[in-house]
């Protein structure tokens, strides 16, 4: 007898940070734009600020999947800088790239600038893409400043990509931070969606997950209006409401079912 394999609901409105799912808005291809001019003309350092649920990290993991597969870059993502010093996030952004962990904050130091200058001697450069980057401490901003100092005389030796939210630009802002400050290249900040790049973005993750959409445009209207176009925040009433509608057998969702589902989202939280 033949198994019927049933093939998996597709979750359209998952919130991981899976960069395949992310609709590109115009002032997202922006922020791309410029994290490519700086990784590719080596400015050195740039950084991408927003609150949360506005994509920084789906977006940073996009833009890391763009270098991880040349060959003349060598990455590290660091997804999480929680470390107890900044011996440890260096001894950890070194051992990404494969080098040994030394004793000193000088000898790794060492070890990470002979490493670079030897990429540099092959034509290639490292670049690095730390999320949740408001959560450095102000010596581990240093060291970032100290790492942006390995250059030759026309190029950094070293592309870093922050990523975090809005505590982080509060924090670059503190004057003793003035010198990592000056030297952030081309920042972006991540704005909500409109109404019409929420539409598009439902109907983008619908067609990601071969499904119809099933809200129509007032139904989109009320997301929009619940959740102010912060795309986690629209995924989520989105899914729960998808998730009622198929319990009932509904396969349009009214704009009434909208802030039903709100609330529930909202209680999950
Ligand atoms: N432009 C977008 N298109 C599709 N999904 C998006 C978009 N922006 C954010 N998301 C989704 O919203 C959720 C939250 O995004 P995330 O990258 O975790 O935000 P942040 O890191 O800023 O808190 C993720 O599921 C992400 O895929
Ligand atoms: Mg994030």
Redesign the pocket.
């Known amino acids: 007898m033949a198994t019927v394999l049933k093939t998996k609901p597709k979750k359209p409105f ?6 395949s ?5 115009p002032s ?1 291809k922006s922020t791309i734009h410029k994290v490519h001019y700086v990784i590719e003309n080596r400015q050195g350092l740039t950084a991408i600020l ?12 996009y833009l890391h999947g763009q270098y991880v597969g040349r060959e003349d870059v060598v990455t590290a993502l660091m997804p999480s800088p929680n470390f107890p010093s900044d011996f440890a996030f260096l001894k950890s952004l070194c051992g990404d790239f494969g080098l040994r962990p030394r004793r000193s904050m000088v000898d790794q130091e060492q070890e990470l600038r002979g490493f670079l200058v030897s990429l540099y001697s092959e034509d290639k450069t490292a670049v690095v893409f730390i ?1 949740e980057a408001q959560r450095l401490t102000g010596k581990m901003l240093e060291l970032v400043r100290v790492l942006l100092n390995f250059e030759t005389e026309d190029t950094k030796l070293i592309q870093i990509v922050l ?1 975090g ?1 809005l505590e982080l630009r509060t924090k670059l802002l503190d004057p003793t931070k003035k010198a990592i400050r000056s030297r952030i290249f081309a920042p972006s900040l ?1 704005a909500p ?1 409109s109404l019409a ?1 929420t539409r598009e ?1 439902i109907s ?2 619908c067609e990601q997950a071969q499904m119809p959409n099933p809200f129509p445009e007032l139904s989109v209207e009320a997301i929009y209006a619940v959740t102010g176009g912060v ?2 925040e ?2 989520k009433v989105c899914a729960v409401a998808l998730d009622m509608a198929q319990l009932s057998g509904e396969e349009r969702i009214p704009p009434e079912a909208i802030e039903v589902a709100a609330g529930e989202a909202l209680l999950h939280e």
């Open positions: 998952s919130i991981s940070p899976n960069p799912l992310l609709y590109l808005t997202l927003g609150d949360i649920g506005l994509g920084k990290s789906s977006l940073l993991r999320d990523a939210q991540l969606l790049e973005m983008f993750r795309p986690r629209v995924l």
